[in-house]
């Protein structure tokens, strides 16, 4: 034991360099398979077909839908939000059955509004509305977020940025709103790299 411990008095900066090797390799090790393991946990796809066919449908990128989604419902097909919204884009009903009739969907009643694939599919051509409407995507997802009639009150108030975006959100809810969805399209991003793969370049 003694030559042990005067071994290590005679060569700390050797174990100084071993030990920093054993943190980088258990640090390495954590962010290449234990971290995105758990982020994929909290992050999850469900619904990656229907996804990917609403996303393809209207020129979306699947990405942000996902962040869309994960934002509004955490991937719960039966979420209901206090003032109504309901499914895994959160469509409020008078919103979905008018995005219905535009796509002549038939049949589809308040009941129905949650089933995942049409829920989606409603979902992604309102946020496409928006989008061409709006054209910046942080204007897109504030009206998605507060209504469209909003967004354009505050683009009339406050104006835009050089890029289009929106200078100013008033709603600290809408504003948080906005940064939760594209940072959780940034997670979907590095954790499903393959899910534009399946669905061709985007």
């Known amino acids: 034991m003694n030559s042990w411990k005067l071994w290590i008095d005679d060569h700390k900066l050797i174990c ?3 030990a920093l090797i054993l943190l980088a390799a258990i640090l390495g090790g954590y962010f290449l398979y234990g971290r995105p393991a758990l982020l994929r946990s909290k992050y999850k796809l469900s ?3 229907e996804i990917l066919a609403s996303a393809e449908e209207f020129d979306l990128d699947p990405y942000l839908v ?15 939000s206090g003032v109504g919204a309901v499914g895994l884009m959160q469509l409020m009903p008078a919103t979905g059955l008018e995005e219905a009739e535009l796509l002549e969907i038939e049949g589809v009643t308040e009941e129905s509004l949650a089933e995942p ?7 992604c051509n309102y946020l496409k509305k ?12 504030a009206a998605y977020n507060a209504g469209p009639g909003r967004a354009r009150q505050w683009l009339k108030e406050y104006g835009t940025k050089e890029d289009g975006s929106i200078l100013y959100i008033p709603y600290p809810e809408t504003s948080k709103y906005v940064g939760r969805v594209q940072s959780a399209r940034g997670v979907y991003q590095r954790l499903y790299p393959e899910l534009v793969g399946q669905n061709g370049e985007k």
């Not at 996902?66 to 209901?80: D, N, P, Y």
């Not at 694939?117 to 979902?123: K, Q, T």
């Not at 928006?130 to 997802?141: C, P, R, S, T, Y």
């Open 16 to 18: 100084a360099i071993l």
């Open 47 to 49: 619904y990656r077909e």
């Open 66 to 80: 996902c962040g869309v989604i994960f934002t509004e419902s955490g991937f719960r097909s039966q979420a209901k």
């Open 117 to 123: 694939a049409l829920n989606i599919r409603l979902g």
């Open 130 to 141: 928006l989008l061409d409407e709006f054209g910046a995507e942080n204007v897109a997802l």
